[in-house]
């Protein structure tokens, strides 16, 4: 994984006049409400994936697992699209979330909890 992605040119091509939905119900429930229920779908799609791989690929999972790399990268982007669409709508940054959720696991860490689930 990268350490220096240039989210520009992505977060540029958010702004596209064709989500038209958006634009009607833009800063409202409905909107919220909209991109929620899109990232759900788009996760539920992505799982599916995985799902009929573990059907299909039973005997040969990890194989059969890279078979669908494409489909499963398609998928991934979907569900990268809604989320990153959410931090819009919040005003938030990506960076903010990863040092909230970093700073989340290192306490964990350090409270042990984690080393506790892992026991269990
Ligand atoms: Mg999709």
């Known amino acids: 994984m990268s350490d220096a992605i240039n989210l ?3 977060k540029r091509s958010m702004d596209d006049d064709s989500v038209v939905y958006i634009e ?3 800063g409202s429930a409905m909107e919220l409400g909209y ?8 996760t539920g799609e992505l799982v599916d994936v995985f799902k009929k791989a573990v059907r299909n690929g039973h005997d040969d999972f990890p194989r059969d697992l890279r078979n669908l790399t494409p489909e499963i990268l398609n998928e991934m ?3 990268m699209w809604y989320f990153f669409q959410l931090l819009r ?6 960076e903010d979330i990863l040092d909230m ?3 989340k696991l290192q306490r964990r860490h350090k409270a042990g909890t984690i080393a506790d689930l892992r026991r269990k």
């Open 35 to 42: 991109l929620c229920m899109g990232l759900a779908g788009e």
């Open 8 to 10: 520009g040119p992505y």
């Open 77 to 79: 982007g979907d569900v």
């Open 24 to 26: 009607h119900h833009e």
């Open 101 to 103: 959720n970093m700073a």
């Open 89 to 94: 709508f919040m005003d938030v940054e990506l």
